[in-house]
């Protein structure tokens, strides 16, 4: 309301100059020193709530992004080796009173419940918004530190203002009803202009939220090659690999700076044409006023660019607020996905009167496929790489029949189509205060038989039985970075007993 104000404000010193020309009774001097100090408060109180709007809008993402790490680490902690993978849980194929995923323990139930099942028609299951076929690439520990550290971020960022998404509308209805107060009619040419750029800055809008998601593909690609090398260090300097991956990390690096570099160039023309429409939409009003017989007086004039140029801040923030948002959309979804993924379960039957320590009954493990990793210059999603697939396999009989054809010889399709290890068939018990060797040749097993009973594999059939808690000592132990009373607690209260008797030990 203050640019409106300044109208009367001008309009007093006109009345107080043509008085003193004409040589006739000024108006009161008190009218003018309240719309003086009408509008400083005005201007005070504007700067007042902007400050606070901007400190609540950080304060809530900060809280935001506090929170949402934590609920990202506390899933990393539980997330199933399946969802890790990049697979989801198979549907059921049985309607009765107890459904079961396909695959798991069917080979030890056989045929015994088989009067009772009824086979599901796949045409009569209808297909809803929120199934969504997995893409293949899995949860790695580098993209779930990039949604700790990028996608919290930008949502962080977008927390600020996010709220001029819908207080700048209302902000340009406002200054249009005080234009048409000024300007009559006329103003309606100036924002004519405004609305015209409208579709432009949605359809650039929809633009950069499409090109967000290739790029977080990239960077998700980028961030685990980056993870995996550093884990793999010694043997990437040992072979000499240090061109192969760092040809391969520059690949994925100027993939991912160009796309960035395509974002940027029309996040900067969203910036320059919003910037500039306020003063050719004031252009165009004053014009059509001009034309249509009206007097320019300086009150009506002065006050409509002060309207004209308080329509800046909002249009200029605008496009910037809406690429924050529309980054913080898609990095959102990306997190409601990793949340929502499946979780770990335990399969172990805890009884601490039984006899034995651990005891395997017809127990079979599995390890996951591993996640899909893109190859070469071109990404796709995993419905394109499900096409590819498709077209892969309907080529196969006719490349067969031709004259000197490799069968089956390909390593890299052995690679794909061969079957994650397993641990089937497991039958043994371990006692109380038993000491157990576990021997074999390389391959065997001696390490997937640990993380069976640590949990990592997933259990498919038979059954588990713990006689007490479990603990796991890994071959390179981890240390915190802080004292050795508290690597030995590890977060838990002090039981100076215990405590003794670790460090006897």
């Known amino acids: 309301m203050a640019p409106f104000t300044l109208r009367y404000l001008i309009q007093f010193a006109t009345d107080a100059y043509v008085a003193n020309v004409s040589h006739q009774p000024p108006p009161h001097i008190g009218r003018g020193v309240g719309l003086v100090l009408g509008i400083t408060a005005m201007q005070v109180l504007q700067s007042l709530c902007i400050s606070h709007f901007i400190y609540r809008g950080m304060m809530m993402g900060g809280q935001t992004r506090g929170v949402l790490i934590s609920m990202i680490y506390e899933k990393a902690m539980v997330i199933s080796g399946r969802a890790r993978a990049g697979s989801t849980k198979r549907p059921s194929m049985v309607v009765g009173d107890e459904q079961r995923p396909e695959g798991e323990g069917a080979e030890e139930k056989g045929q015994e419940d088989a009067p009772n099942r009824k086979p599901i028609d796949p045409k009569s299951k209808k297909k809803g918004k929120g199934d969504k076929k997995p893409d293949g690439t899995g949860w790695p520990n580098g993209r779930i530190v ?3 550290s990028v996608d919290t971020y930008r949502i962080d960022q977008a927390s600020a203002l996010f709220h001029m998404l819908w207080t700048s509308p209302i902000l340009c209805i406002i200054t249009l ?8 009619y006329s103003a309606l040419a100036g924002f004519a202009l405004l609305v015209i750029g409208v579709p432009a800055l949605t359809r650039a809008i929809q633009s950069l939220l499409r090109r967000r998601k290739r790029i977080n593909a990239i960077t998700d690609q980028r961030v685990s090659l980056t993870q995996e090398i ?5 043997f990437v300097k040992y072979f000499g690999w240090e061109k192969a991956f760092m040809d391969r990390l520059e690949q994925l690096r100027s993939r991912e700076i160009h796309a960035i570099q395509i974002l940027l160039a029309i996040r900067n023309a969203i910036n ?3 910037m500039s429409l306020p003063i050719f ?14 007097s320019l007086s300086p009150a009506s004039i002065f006050s409509s660019l002060a309207l004209f140029n308080g329509l800046r801040i909002p249009l200029n923030l605008m496009p910037l607020v809406l690429g924050q948002v529309t980054d913080a959309w898609s990095s959102l979804k990306r997190i409601e996905e990793f949340l929502m993924e499946e979780e770990q379960e335990e399969d172990a039957i805890l009884k601490p009167e039984a006899s034995n320590a651990i005891e395997l009954s017809h127990a079979s493990f599995t390890w996951e496929r591993t996640p899909g990793q893109e190859s070469g210059k071109g990404g796709g999603t995993g419905a394109d790489r499900d096409k590819k697939t498709g077209a892969a396999k309907a080529n196969k009989p006719a490349e067969a029949n031709r004259p000197g054809s490799a069968r089956g010889d390909t390593a890299s399709t052995l690679v794909e189509e061969r079957e994650p290890f397993k641990l089937q068939g497991l039958d043994f018990e371990a006692g109380r205060n038993e000491l157990i060797a576990v021997i074999g ?10 993380a069976a009973l640590a949990g990592d594999m997933r259990k498919t059939s038979g059954e588990v039985v713990f006689g007490a808690s479990r603990a796991f000592c890994p071959q390179y132990a981890w240390i915190q970075n802080t004292t050795l009373r508290n690597n030995i607690t590890f977060g838990k209260d002090m039981d100076k007993r215990w405590y003794r008797k670790v460090i006897k030990a």
């Open 281 to 294: 939409a004031s252009m165009l009003s004053f014009i059509t006023y001009s034309l249509s017989h009206h």
């Open 230 to 234: 550093l884990q793999s260090v010694r």
């Open 272 to 274: 320059a044409i919003s």
């Open 177 to 184: 009803v005080l234009l048409l107060i000024n300007l009559t």
């Open 441 to 450: 040749s390389v391959g065997s097993g001696k390490s997937s038989l640990l």
């Open 146 to 148: 990039n949604l700790m």
